[in-house]
């Protein structure tokens, strides 16, 4: 595909819903679905320390219910703006074992869901023409752990650097985070706001947050069917977004 100049010097892409498919929903509430998420990756983590011989473990039940109890402490204190890593070091502490800090990572899902059509090349496209890129996502997934899952998604090559909010201590659409993006993006650099494009699937949290900063802003409407005009571009798909990151010349 040939070159083309584009408008904008970075560009910020959250990550579920915008470039990873949603997992269908199981069919319970809400509270029940949080819980069945969290023991899979739980297991996940667990198993690996069990199968590296760290030891003596507690059972995993035991394990399980000490977890629930600690993330329930940093609900209540740090309103979902922690890491995972935060909660598996205390229970590391509770149940004295060694330091595990490098399994972290396997606190997630094993197998993440796939990628939509197209995102790989566009991505491609896009660090071909020397726009650096960066993932924004409310998660409490640390920036390690995220990475590990871009690199199984074959994308991690991609991205210069991977804001979660786990990490940094805030939400979308705070407008903190999103500077925090500029500053891990053009380190040192002046960069004019419309020359920076936020793309993700939430309107409240991805795009109303970079339009407080005056970004330009892309919905994928994978989620949601419109943003009822605050995005500057509703698409239905990514495949749509080369037209409005590489404009066709007139």
């Not at 609900?75 to 979902?80: F, I, Y």
Request: glycine share 6%; with cysteine.
């Amino acid at each position: 595909m040939e070159s083309r100049a584009s408008p904008f010097d970075l560009i910020v892409f959250d990550f579920k819903g915008t470039l990873q498919v949603k997992k269908k929903k199981i069919k319970a509430d809400k509270q029940t679905k949080k819980i069945l998420k969290l023991r899979r990756r739980a297991t996940n983590f667990f198993e690996s320390i069990n199968e590296a011989g760290v030891g003596p473990l507690p059972t995993f039940d035991d394990f399980f219910a000490a977890f629930l109890k600690s993330k329930e402490k940093f609900d209540n204190e740090k309103p979902d703006c922690y890491s995972w890593s935060e909660v598996l070091d205390e229970i590391v502490a509770e149940f004295q074992l060694p330091d595990v800090s490098q399994y972290y990572n396997q606190f997630q899902d094993s197998v993440p869901a796939p990628l939509y059509p197209g995102v790989k090349e566009l991505l491609q496209r896009i660090q071909q023409n020397d726009i650096p890129l960066v993932m924004l996502r409310n998660s409490n997934l640390s920036r390690v752990s995220m990475e590990k899952t871009l690199q199984t998604l074959d994308i991690g090559q991609y991205f210069k650097y991977i804001v979660t909010s786990g990490e940094v201590g805030i939400r979308k659409p705070d407008k903190r985070i999103f500077e925090f993006c500029i500053q891990k993006g053009l380190p040192g650099q002046a960069v004019s706001s419309e020359r920076i494009l936020m793309v993700g699937n939430e309107t409240e949290a991805d795009i109303s947050g970079a339009k407080s900063l005056g970004w330009k802003t892309v919905l994928l409407c994978n989620t949601e069917s419109t943003s009822n005009g605050l995005a500057d571009y509703d698409l239905p798909s990514i495949q749509e977004l080369h037209d409005v990151i590489f404009p066709p010349k007139l």
